[in-house]
């Protein structure tokens, strides 16, 4: 039995934190919509779950809230993430909430700009590198091991309990009725493992009989994981990850063995699209249903209609999409995306001949 408004600190009982401890920013509880004209258009039941809804606008609050109350336990006095983009924003607020410094590796020029402007508006210290995601990764990581600071990235066990919380949401808000699958992007590949975790959680408690079909998309350039599935040999990664969908431009995904066990045990896949038919799929969630995300969250739209096309989806699925981010994170992506405006003269002829 869980009480309290939906959130992540609903489920402290399963958390390892009480509440009482914790650095919060009120964040989960965030919408389940059922996205009835793209489910027409697809032919199939597709609700959208939307992350962007949470106070920096994206998942990586749920991972933060824990991951950053866990360091203020530990007595940690500094903390630090490699990001490319998302975790920095959610890092720098938690950071400012809990009042300790953070450190941000972010590869130069890769990031969106509301996350650059999120992370230096909350105060943290941003380092921009010459190289890509997994490089910064690397360096936050060995800096950690000299005890220069705490790394709050999804190798951190703790951020990964946070973000479990999004499987239990969905249930009850599903009313308990399980979706046949979950469809969400994979960058590090933190988020699928640790909603399996969620899922796993309630299923060996006897809460729940089954477990999704955990379904990953990557974006095509960017897709090592999708690539070892499909020869089911080792991951090779990609030494120069390129994709519109800069947040999950990652060539190394750090928890692809987890990933995988997510997707083996549950009967799930994983797939890539283009950049192409990723911003299909974020126009049409903007415009079919007024939902925004930014351009990876719309990966697993894309990889929804992929996956139909293909035949690996059948229509009779019950499916939910995790929308990872929102729209404003990535301005120049939502531009890029949806066209332009017209500009006339300040006359009453001029809009009215102007418009459609
Ligand atoms: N969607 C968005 C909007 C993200 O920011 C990320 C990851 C993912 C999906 C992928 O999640 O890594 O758990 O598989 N962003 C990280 C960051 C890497 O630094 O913000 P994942």
Redesign the pocket.
């Known amino acids: 039995d869980f009480t309290g408004p939906l959130g992540v600190w609903r489920y402290s009982s399963i958390l390892p934190l009480e509440t009482a401890d914790s650095v919060t920013l009120h964040e989960g509880g965030t919408p389940l919509y059922d996205a009835g004209k793209l489910s027409d258009e697809l032919g199939v039941d597709i609700h959208v779950k939307h992350e962007g809804m949470n106070p920096t606008c994206?998942f990586?609050d749920r991972g933060m809230t824990v991951g950053v109350s866990k360091a203020i336990e530990l007595g940690i006095e500094r903390v630090a993430c490699a990001?490319?983009?998302?975790?920095?924003a959610a890092l720098s607020a938690y950071g400012a909430a809990a009042d300790i410094p953070a450190v941000v590796l972010l590869p130069q020029d890769k990031v969106a700009m509301g996350k650059v402007a999120q992370a230096l508006m909350h105060g943290a210290e941003l380092v921009e590198l010459d190289g890509n995601?997994d490089e910064c990764l690397r360096i936050v990581r060995d800096l950690a091991d000299e005890g220069f600071f705490y790394v709050l990235n999804?190798i951190n066990p703790y951020r990964l309990e946070g973000q479990k919380t999004i499987a239990f949401e969905l249930l009850e808000q599903l009313n308990w009725e399980l979706p046949d699958r979950v469809v969400l992007?994979?960058?590090?590949?933190?988020?699928?493992s640790a909603i399996y975790k969620g899922f796993r959680e309630f299923y060996h408690a006897g809460i729940i009989e089954e477990i999704p079909m955990m379904t990953g998309v990557q974006a095509e350039g960017a897709s090592p994981l999708v690539g070892a599935l499909q020869k089911s040999g080792p991951l090779e990664p990609f030494e120069s990850p390129e994709t519109k969908a800069t947040?999950?431009r990652?060539g190394d995904?750090v928890n692809a063995p987890k990933a995988r066990e997510a997707i083996g045990e549950t009967g799930g896949t994983a797939t890539s699209v283009t950049d192409e038919e990723l911003m299909d799929a974020q126009v049409k969630l903007a415009q079919y249903e007024g939902i925004g995300v930014?351009p990876?969250?719309a990966t697993s739209v894309a990889g929804v209609r992929k996956l139909l096309d293909e035949g690996v989806i059948d229509s009779t699925e019950t499916i939910a999409c995790v929308t990872?981010?929102h729209v404003l994170k990535d301005p120049d992506a939502a531009l890029e995306a949806s066209g332009d405006t017209v500009k006339t003269d300040a006359t009453r002829e001029a809009v009215r001949n102007a418009l459609n």
């Open positions: 994206s990586k990001s490319t983009g998302n975790t920095s995601f999804s992007p994979i960058g590090n590949a933190g988020n699928i947040a999950i990652i995904p930014e990876a969250s990872t981010g």
